[in-house]
């Protein structure tokens, strides 16, 4: 009798780098803090610790400690590198240098000081456009609640 075998596992095997969570946080923050000072604007800090939390949380952070080591191996050999994907939405990609997309929305920083510009608009933007829809959500309700006492009343 033969046995049955599967030839390919149901598990993934992700690669295994000893302290790769660490060094990839270790990594945006620096990174992070060169470009913007020691006090990161709130929606730096938060859009790091969102996607960190995300990559960390799903074992992903090797993945993105190897690809922070392709990239500046290719680029130091006079490669060039283009990602894809959704790495290019990700600001830890961006700072862990794996691409040079940055995902935020366009904005200023100063070399010098490190003031950055349109960060605080964007939070404004983030906050309206929240605010619209709630209203439009709401309008909605009213809508259907009023057709449906309409319909009652008639």
Known sequence: MVESIKPIKDDL??????????????????????????????????????????????????IYLISHKLVKKSLDDGYLV???????????????????????????????????????TDLLVQALTFLIRTVLNVERRIKKMDMIFRLKRS
């Not at 060094?23 to 990161?40: F, W």
């Not at 604007?41 to 090797?62: C, M, N, Q, T, Y």
């Not at 939405?89 to 862990?96: E, G, P, R």
């Open 82 to 120: 283009g990602s894809r994907g959704s790495v290019g939405s990700s600001l830890v990609a961006t700072l862990t240098e794996i691409t040079e997309v940055n995902p935020l929305a366009p904005h200023y920083v100063c070399p010098s000081c490190k003031h950055s510009e349109s960060l605080m």
């Open 13 to 62: 095997y992700t690669p295994k780098i000893e302290g790769a969570d660490e060094e990839i946080r270790e990594m945006s923050y620096q990174m992070a803090r060169s470009i913007y000072g020691d006090d990161l604007p709130k929606i730096v800090e938060d859009r790091i610790e969102k996607e960190l939390k995300s990559i960390i949380g799903h074992g992903f952070a090797v």
